[in-house]
């Protein structure tokens, strides 16, 4: 059986350039032009195959850029599936401009999937609900929902997931991830300002952010919670308690384009090995971290990641109320 089996219902053709200054109206010279394949569950299927997981990506696919995507995950190793739908896989850019070393990231919608697709991705994923046919042990599924694709389409993936048994790893945002909590997952990463857009809530202070946390597990909308909050670390709560670990101080230098996909990926590799909670988001840091030192969507290698966990503090209890 595969570990991970991870979903990009809404995957894009990465293209990551740099300029000096990003101008209004002037013809902006550029550096060389690099193509990854992306999108959230892509992006983790790829850092869980360099951490030596058994992983398979699926996603919905279609058009020119659609077939690059796949002839690029295949060039790295990733086994994949593509889903064929009629429209063309959407084409994202990422512009580093070198002066200030701020990154713009361009982000389209992608092409419009309707309810016969998405039924028909649901039953390729899951095709029965009897406990025990697991495909995988894990599904991760991560990203943005394209046009047309139902706001509870993780939602629904939940309650089959929870029907088979398979746990399943969460990261998205808005309307679909409020559907999804509803019925519950096994482990939900949003980001700070995703969690502060899902709450209504400010979540200042890590202590607040913990707290927010916990209260979700009790709640029932997933059984862990990693919260990844940029510049202050990142946080994890489980039934037993939360969890806060620094984040390293490691240069932007090439922006931060996908370094939420490889936390999440190296927590998830890290939980379904047997790790504590709290040396599983130590691996979520390092490789969020190591996500920094490569370009575009190139992501996290595992050298890296390896490296710069011994650099992760022991991640120190956060005191919530139970």
Not at 281 to 299: F, K, N
Request: proline residues 7%; negative net charge; glycine residues 10%.
């Amino acid at each position: 059986m595969t570990s991970f089996l991870t979903l990009t219902p809404n995957p894009a053709l990465d293209i990551a350039t740099s300029t000096e200054q990003v101008l209004p109206t002037h013809k902006l010279r550029c550096g060389t032009v690099q193509r990854y394949p992306g999108g959230g569950g892509i992006n983790v299927a790829r850092v869980l195959h360099r951490l030596g997981a058994a992983v398979e990506a699926r996603a919905l696919a279609g058009g020119p850029a659609g077939a690059q995507l796949q002839t690029l995950l295949q060039q790295e190793g990733v086994a994949c599936q593509m889903h064929p739908i009629a429209g063309d896989t959407r084409e994202n850019m990422s512009v580093l401009e070198t002066r200030t070393g701020q990154e713009f990231r361009f982000v389209l919608p992608g092409p419009t999937v309707d309810s016969t697709q998405s039924q028909a991705l649901l039953e390729a994923l899951l095709p029965t609900a009897e406990p025990g046919s697991q495909l995988a042990r894990w599904i991760i599924a991560s990203g943005s929902l394209p046009p047309g694709m139902p706001h509870d389409f993780y939602a629904q993936l939940a309650r089959a997931a929870q029907q088979q048994g398979t746990p399943l790893a969460l990261d998205t945002s808005g309307a679909a991830l409020a559907a999804a909590l509803e019925v519950g997952v096994a482990l939900v990463k949003p980001s700070l300002r995703e969690l502060r857009d899902l709450l209504q809530q400010p979540l200042n202070t890590v202590q607040e952010c913990g707290d927010a946390a916990f209260t979700l597990v009790q709640q029932g909308a997933a059984s862990t919670v990693a919260v990844s909050m940029g510049e202050q670390g990142a946080v994890l709560a489980q039934p037993d308690g939360a969890w806060h670990a620094p984040a390293l101080e490691v240069p932007a230098t090439t922006g931060t384009t996908g370094a939420g996909d490889c936390f999440l990926a190296a927590l998830v590799w890290a939980l379904e090995r047997g790790d504590t909670p709290p040396e599983a988001l130590r691996w979520g840091v390092a490789a969020g971290a190591a996500a920094l030192l490569s370009p575009g969507t190139a992501l996290a290698q595992a050298a890296d990641i390896h490296r710069l966990h011994a650099q992760v503090p022991v991640p120190q209890v956060i005191t919530v109320a139970r």
